[in-house]
Structure formats: C-alpha cells, structure tokens
C-alpha cells in the first residue's frame, strides 16, 4: 500500500545529509567512512523505493488522482495502511540501512588489511 514511503522519507533524509557533508568536504573538514560511503545508502533506498513505487502503481495501489493512495481514502483503510508503513516500511528501511552499514565496514576493514599488507611488503622490499 504505502510502505515504500517509508524508505522514501530516509532517502530524502540521507540525501540532505550527503549534501550538507559534501559542502564540509569542500571546506576542508574531514569525513568518516559512513559518511563518505554515503552515496551506497542513497542509491540502495532511491532504486528499492523507486522499484516499490512501481510495483504499487503496477497494483493499482496508488493512482493519479487525489489521494493517490488507495488505502488514504476512508479510515479503516487508513489505519491498515499506516499499521503497513509503520511495520514493511520500517522493516525494509532499517534492513537496507544494516546492510549498507555491514558494506561499509566489510570495505573498510578490507582497505586497513590492504595497507597492512603493502606496507610489511615495502618494509621487506627496503630490508633486500
């Protein structure tokens, strides 16, 4: 019904927030890894939200015409959709968002094992 607005609102979210850290960048301020990964976050949420959208609109769950939403139209509907956003939005926005997380620390920790590595071989390069 309305579960992909969900994902939506943190895309918009995310993405005001890459744009302020970006600004902070060009001043010379330093990022953290999440931040600087931010990007990842933003395309996971705007393609998955975007792929839902699509889906509802291929349903017939959300039309061209006031209110859009099917379910927005009498209370009772209402309130399931709601109960949806609050419970499938929620679950996949907090999903996609856990997984972007283990991304960006499975990069990171790959990038810190890389420069270990390259750096005893340049140590047992300079002992030869």
């Known amino acids: ?19 302020k850290a970006d600004k902070h960048k060009k001043e010379g301020k330093e990022q953290n890894i999440f931040i600087s990964k931010m990007n990842w976050l933003n395309n996971m949420l705007w393609g998955g939200s975007a ?4 889906e509802h609109i291929w349903h017939g769950e959300v039309t061209p015409w006031f209110p ?8 009772a509907d209402r309130a399931e959709m709601f109960y949806e956003m609050a419970t499938s939005g929620t679950a996949m926005a907090a ?34």
């Open 68 to 75: 859009f939403l099917t379910n927005a139209a009498n209370a």
């Open 51 to 54: 792929l839902l959208a699509f």
């Open 95 to 128: 999903l996609v968002t856990a997984g972007w997380a283990c991304m960006v620390m499975a990069v990171n920790a790959a990038h810190k094992t890389e420069t270990v590595i390259s750096k005893k071989t340049a140590v047992r390069s300079e002992m030869k």
């Open 1 to 19: 019904m309305a579960c992909f607005l969900v994902p939506t609102a943190e895309a918009v979210v995310t993405t005001i927030v890459k744009i």
